[in-house]
Structure formats: C-alpha cells, structure tokens
C-alpha cells in the first residue's frame, strides 16, 4: 500500500471518529496495525500530515490533532480533493470567496500592469479554449490556465502561489462544471469580455465581468452540494 492510499484512510478514519483539535489519535503502532501497513508507509503518511500543520508528534507523548479548518495548510486542501474526499456547501462558499478575494485583487492589479506578453499569452489561451469548444472537448484545463494567467499578469507571485492551490484543489470540479451544456460558451464570453477590459485598463468594467463570472460559477456549485451540510445559520 502507497502513502497516499493510506492518507485515503487516515483522513477520513479521523473525520469519522470524531476528533477534536487538541485531542491525541491512536498510536503509530495502533494506526499501522487497524490499516495493516508497514510502520515506514504510515511514518511517511504520517510526516505528511504533520508537514501540512493536520497533525502534531510530541516526543514520549503521542499523536495529537491541530485545528483542520483554520491551522491546516493550503495544501490540504488539494489533498483532500485528490482524496476524493466531499465538499460540503461551506466547503465551496469558503473556497469560492478565497479565490474572489484573489482574483479581484489580480484583476485589479492586471489592469495596470500587464504586458504585451501577458496579453499574448491569455489570447493563446483564449484561442485553444474556443478550438476544444468547437470540437465538443472539455474546457477543464484552459478555464484554469487562463485563471493563473490573469494571476500572473498582476505581477504579484504571492497571488499566484496562492490561486495555484486553488486551482489544483478544483480539478475534479472543473471536469464535471465543464460537462455540462452551456458552462463553455459562458465561459469563453466572459473570459473574452475579462480579456478585452484589462487590455484596456478598464479597471471597473473587469471587475463587474469578474463579479459575473465567479456569480455564475458559486450559483452553479451552491446548487450541486447536499444542503444539510451548509454552515449552520446560513441561507
């Protein structure tokens, strides 16, 4: 077994459970055996854990829980999606503001930064989008190259470390966002319409594109997430 099998275990084997932040888990031994994997495999799943902030090991203490939801890193995030693991409705609405607070700030820095290649490079892609749409094939990985594009020409690297991980954790949804009739063509207009307004510098007319844009996609996946499972006090 590989360790990202036995993370596929671990993870939600905690969830389950019941855990809380602060409380110690089973032993590495108690681990390796109800898994039946090697003391090495779980060691490495285990330095996993702990290198995204999900788990601490203290010294001649124990294996304890940090705080998931506000200590873990953004990588966790991406792992969970790779995991397969679901997505609750607080789930999408705390990832779709992260990548608005990203993105506005990107937009609004492109406006004033861009180059001729930042240009070249979004109507490359732009360009590829409209050709996969013509020949019925997903728009998956051009919806996210053209995103990370946008990120790149705010000429701010932090921003685009982070929309990265966004990304990433988004590729199962994508692939299904992109399956079904309509998404691509929206999704080509408004990027166009992005495209057009930051090669202006038209800083107000990006925005409301973007604003409609990322509207459309959070109604789409708000509909497609079990409402039991929104944050508690939310409409």
């Not at 890193?73 to 609405?93: H, N, Q």
């Not at 966004?166 to 207009?189: D, H, M, V």
């Not at 992005?194 to 509909?223: C, F, P, S």
Request: proline share 3%; hydrophobic share 40%.
């Amino acid at each position: 077994m590989e360790t990202q099998q036995v993370l596929a275990r671990i993870l939600p084997f905690i969830r389950e459970r019941g855990y809380q932040p602060g409380e110690r888990i089973p032993s590495e031994r108690e681990l390796a055996e109800r898994f039946q994997v090697s003391r090495g495999i779980l060691r490495e799943a285990l330095a996993t854990l702990e290198a995204m902030r999900v788990l601490e090991r203290r010294p001649q203490s124990g294996i304890y829980l940090k705080d998931i939801a506000t200590e873990a890193s953004l990588d966790m995030v991406v792992l969970e999606s790779d995991l397969g693991m679901p997505v609750s409705a607080a789930d999408v609405l705390d990832l779709n503001q992260f990548r608005s607070m990203l993105e506005i700030q990107a937009v609004t820095l492109a406006c004033q930064r861009r180059t001729e290649q930042d240009m070249d490079h979004l109507d490359l892609i732009l360009t590829a989008s409209r050709a996969r749409h013509a020949a019925g094939q997903s728009l998956s990985e051009q919806d996210a190259q053209f995103h990370m594009a946008l990120c790149a020409a705010s000429g701010n690297r932090l921003i685009q470390r982070a929309a990265n991980s966004f990304w990433l954790a988004s590729r199962a949804r994508r692939e299904q966002y992109f399956s079904e009739p309509g998404n691509a063509k929206r999704s080509i207009t408004q990027h166009t319409a992005l495209r057009n307004a930051i090669a202006q510098g038209d800083t107000g007319k990006a925005l409301d594109v973007l604003n409609q844009h990322l509207g459309n996609v959070e109604r789409y996946w708000m509909g497609h997430v079990q409402p039991a499972n929104a944050r508690p006090g939310q409409d």
